[in-house]
């Protein structure tokens, strides 16, 4: 793991931290995950950068052999959990598919705020937070995964995003490592 540096301008973006997912079986601790991504948005919205909240509503439609029947969902399903400190500057991003980007408005708001980096984390590291790195990294952002504040249902495919896959997007640090950095590079 290594941090260069954050841009000027840099955004945070958080996937999924919402009721349906966080209550899911996962690899790591989720309050553990919640507990660094909380802690990511309090140092964002400190230093007045954007902060981007993603959550998801639907899935792509076509077949998959793995494609998870999630059946009638709660009427809370989708909302982001109470622990994520938003403020009404916060952007809120609705996906149907696993990247953040696809259908959804983020690039346009990324681009009109001027951000040229974004630090991404949330659940699952192998399918959301993924996505829209490789999404993020194809529109030309730096990314930068905070891979403490991330996890994902299945250790492999988490260990195999972070090992493998992260490294050739963008950098990878620790919540604190990102935070140390932020108040480094922004005074």
Do not use: C
């Amino acid at each position: 793991m290594t941090l260069s540096t954050l841009d000027p301008k840099t955004a945070l973006v958080l996937i999924d931290l919402q009721n349906g997912i966080v209550s899911l079986p996962v690899a790591h601790p989720v309050a553990e995950i919640v507990k660094h991504a909380g802690a990511l948005l309090d140092a964002f919205h400190g230093h007045g950068l954007p902060v981007v909240l993603v959550n998801v509503a639907g899935g792509a439609p076509g077949r998959a052999e793995q494609a998870r029947k999630l059946g009638e969902l709660p009427a809370d399903w989708a909302d982001l959990i109470p622990e994520l400190t938003q403020q009404a500057a916060d952007h809120k991003v609705t996906k149907r598919t696993w990247g953040a980007f696809t259908n959804t408005d983020l690039d346009e708001y990324l681009k009109t705020q001027g951000v040229t980096q974004l630090v991404i984390a949330g659940i699952a590291t192998s399918i959301g937070v993924e996505s829209t790195a490789r999404q993020a990294h194809e529109r030309g952002f730096n990314i930068t995964l905070a891979v403490d504040a991330m996890t994902d249902m299945n250790p492999d495919a988490h260990v195999n995003s972070i090992t493998r896959i992260f490294p050739r997007l963008g950098e990878t640090g620790t919540t604190e490592e990102i935070i140390d950095l932020l108040g480094k590079t922004r005074g």
